[in-house]
């Protein structure tokens, strides 16, 4: 189980930061992404961190923007989002997709 | 950037195929994965690496892969399988994924 938390409604240039913790399974064994859909629109996705957190990818849509992380002690996966657009507003969620684990997700509304 | 290619919407009748292409450069050498996402909820997974139904899935939800085409076929598609289905893979680098722009299945 994923359960993400930080969504909120924030100012264009502004900040955010998302946390999702995981529960019942091993958390260092594994990638984890964040994918984000805006309202009506399709998935996107943004952001995977590798098992041990060295290596990090991004859309070109973030990139420079946002930063993903993970605290093995916490089993707590990290999305700090600044100088955030209108455009970033979503349901963003934490996932291992290829392995059919998602979160609900947390809603941005940057306005 | 990468892209994978899906048609906007698929329209059947209860019973009869549905079936969903999703056209991508990467697709002759990285896995394709399904998902079927209804209003409000969160994605499921209905088929991983190419061609394996996920655990829970019905069986009338196939696919394939040939060349820059995957497949999701739906046979004796139900009212319930109403949802929009999006292609998900991997650009051919390795590093960056990419999902397809998503296909809205009406039964």
């Known amino acids: 189980q994923l359960v993400e938390s930080g969504g909120g409604v924030v100012q264009p240039g502004g900040s955010l930061s998302l946390s999702c913790v995981v529960y019942?399974?091993?958390?260092?064994?594994?990638?984890m992404h964040w994918v984000r859909q805006a309202p009506g629109k399709g998935l996107e996705w943004v952001a995977r961190?590798?098992?041990?957190?060295?290596?990090?990818f991004y859309a070109d849509s973030v990139k420079g923007r946002f930063t993903i992380s993970r605290d093995m002690s916490k089993n707590t996966l990290f999305l700090q989002m600044r100088n955030l657009r209108i455009q970033d507003s979503g349901l963003y969620f934490c996932?291992?997709?290829?392995?059919?684990?998602w979160g609900q997700g947390t809603t941005v509304a940057v306005s | 950037s990468y892209e994978l290619t899906q048609p906007p919407s698929v329209s059947v009748s209860p019973g009869q195929t549905a079936r969903i292409t999703c056209s991508g450069d990467?697709?002759?050498?990285?896995?394709a994965y399904w998902f079927q996402q209804k209003a409000g909820q969160a994605p499921v997974l209905v088929i991983y690496?190419?061609?394996k139904r996920f655990s829970g899935i019905p069986e009338r939800f196939s696919a394939s892969s040939s060349g820059t085409v995957a497949t999701l076929t739906i046979a004796g598609a139900q009212v319930e399988d109403e949802a929009d289905y999006y292609c998900?893979?991997?650009?051919?680098?390795?590093?960056?994924?990419?999902f397809g722009s998503g296909t809205k299945v009406t039964v």
């Open positions: 961190i590798s098992y041990d957190g060295t290596n990090k």
């Open positions: 998900y893979s991997i650009d051919s680098s390795g590093t960056f994924y990419v």
């Open positions: 019942g399974f091993n958390f260092t064994d594994f990638g």
């Open positions: 690496e190419d061609t």
């Open positions: 990467a697709l002759p050498k990285k896995f």
């Open positions: 996932a291992k997709p290829t392995a059919g684990v």
